[in-house]
């Protein structure tokens, strides 16, 4: 067995990995930027936090190209992770106000779309 084809196929499934784990772990988000994340994504600020979607609780929405006699709504969570460790909940209702204040952040819902798994769109301000 040589030595090349393994260090090749371990290079490989290394760099496999690190694609399969960039959802979301590493990225940073700057104050004013906005990310995409999916469930289970999370992105850094500035601070040390760390702000994660947790799960969509509850979707009722009408999808595109269907005809429903109301719009529905959406239930997201999401945790904000602080530097110091504190952790808080924020709980997103598509139909309600789209801004909530968590630690040093404003946190805002701009959108979710209808893909399997969600994908919000955030964006974060200094508070």
């Not at 109301?70 to 309600?96: H, I």
């Not at 106000?97 to 200094?126: C, I, M, N, Y």
């Amino acid at each position: 067995m040589k030595p090349v084809p393994f260090a090749a196929s371990l290079a490989c499934a290394l760099a496999l990995a690190a694609c399969a784990h960039a959802g979301g772990e590493g990225r940073s988000l700057a104050a004013g930027q906005s990310a995409q994340l999916h469930p289970g994504d999370s992105v850094a600020l500035p601070d040390r936090s760390r702000l994660r979607f947790v799960q969509v609780v509850n979707d009722s929405r009408c999808r595109p190209n269907v005809q429903c006699i109301r719009a529905g709504e959406a239930v997201l969570a999401f945790e904000l992770t602080g530097g110091d460790g504190a952790k808080s909940a924020l709980s997103f209702d598509t139909s309600a106000e789209p801004r909530q204040r968590a630690g040093a952040w404003v946190v805002e819902l701009q959108s979710l779309d209808f893909a399997e798994p969600p994908q919000a769109t955030v964006k974060v301000e200094a508070n």
